[in-house]
T-cell receptor, first 113, second 115 residues
Framework: AQSVAQPEDQVNVAEGNPLTVKCTYSVSGNPYLFWYVQYPNRGLQFLLKYITGDNLVKGSYGFEAEFNKSQTSFHLKKPSALVSDSALYFCAVRLYNFNKFYFGSGTKLNVKP | DVKVTQSSRYLVKRTGEKVFLECVQDMDHENMFWYRQDPGLGLRLIYFSYDVKMKEKGDIPEGYSVSREKKERFSLILESASTNQTSMYLC??????????????FGPGTRLLVL
C-alpha cells in the first residue's frame, strides 16, 4: 500500500531561521512528489513538485525540497522563515500512470517574530 | 489561472438530509476529485472522476455518491447526512496533458456541519 508520513504535527521556528518540514513516503514504484500549503479557511495551494532530474527542487515563496531516494524522503526547506509562512503544509505522492494522490496528515508550521 | 469554485463555503444541515456539494472548474480538466479533510488525518479521497460520466471510488466512499454530467462540474452527494460527515470538503481538478506530471488545483473548500 502507498503511504505518506509527516512525522511532526507541528514545527515551531523563529523568523529569520531556516525551516524544515519532513516527509517520507512508501510506494511500490517511481513517485511523483508534491508539497502544498493551506492557509486558514482556504483550499490547498501548490508549492512545488519533483518529477525527475535534479534532486533539489525550487518552488514558490522561496521554498525548496530535496528528494532522497535512498531515504525515501522529500523534506521541505526554506533558508529564512517569514511569519507569513505560518500555515498547514501537506506532502503528497502520486505514482506514474495512476490518478490517485496520497496525502500526509499535514504539519502545522508556526513562525514566531 | 486555473479556477476551481465550490458552491458553498459553509453549510449547516440536519441528520438525514440529502446534501449536494457542487464543484466547477474552468480549465477543461479531465480529472476531478473530492476529498474530506479532518484534523490529524490529512486529506482522504472520497471519489474521483477521470472524465464525463466516469467515476471511481476513493478510500472512503461509504455514504457518498458523485455525479459528473458535464466536464466542468463534479457533484458530491450525501444521500442521508450523518454527524460523522461533519468535515471540510475539498474539490480538486487536474489536467492530463503534461504526461502525468501535472499537479492538482484545489477549490476553497466547503465546511459542512451536520447537526
Amino acid at each position: 500500500a502507498q503511504s505518506v508520513a509527516q512525522p511532526e504535527d507541528q514545527v515551531n521556528v523563529a523568523e529569520g531561521n531556516p525551516l524544515t518540514v519532513k516527509c517520507t513516503y512508501s510506494v511500490s514504484g517511481n513517485p511523483y512528489l508534491f508539497w502544498y500549503v493551506q492557509y486558514p479557511n482556504r483550499g490547498l495551494q501548490f508549492l512545488l513538485k519533483y518529477i525527475t532530474g535534479d534532486n533539489l527542487v525550487k518552488g514558490s515563496y522561496g521554498f525548496e525540497a530535496e528528494f532522497n531516494k535512498s531515504q525515501t524522503s522529500f523534506h521541505l526547506k526554506k533558508p529564512s522563515a517569514l511569519v507569513s509562512d505560518s500555515a498547514l503544509y501537506f506532502c503528497a505522492v502520486r505514482l506514474y500512470n495512476f490518478n490517485k494522490f496520497y496525502f500526509g496528515s499535514g504539519t502545522k508550521l508556526n513562525v514566531k517574530p | 489561472d486555473v479556477k476551481v469554485t465550490q458552491s458553498s463555503r459553509y453549510l449547516v444541515k440536519r441528520t438525514g438530509e440529502k446534501v449536494f456539494l457542487e464543484c466547477v472548474q474552468d480549465m477543461d480538466h479531465e480529472n476531478m476529485f473530492w476529498y474530506r479533510q479532518d484534523p490529524g488525518l490529512g486529506l482522504r479521497l472520497i471519489y474521483f472522476s477521470y472524465d464525463v460520466k466516469m467515476k471511481e471510488k476513493g478510500d472512503i466512499p461509504e455514504g457518498y455518491s458523485v455525479s459528473r454530467e458535464k466536464k466542468e462540474r463534479f457533484s458530491l452527494i450525501l444521500e442521508s447526512a450523518s454527524t460523522n460527515q461533519t468535515s471540510m470538503y475539498l474539490c480538486a481538478s487536474r489536467s492530463l496533458t503534461s504526461g502525468g506530471a501535472e499537479t492538482q488545483y484545489f477549490g476553497p473548500g466547503t465546511r459542512l456541519l451536520v447537526l
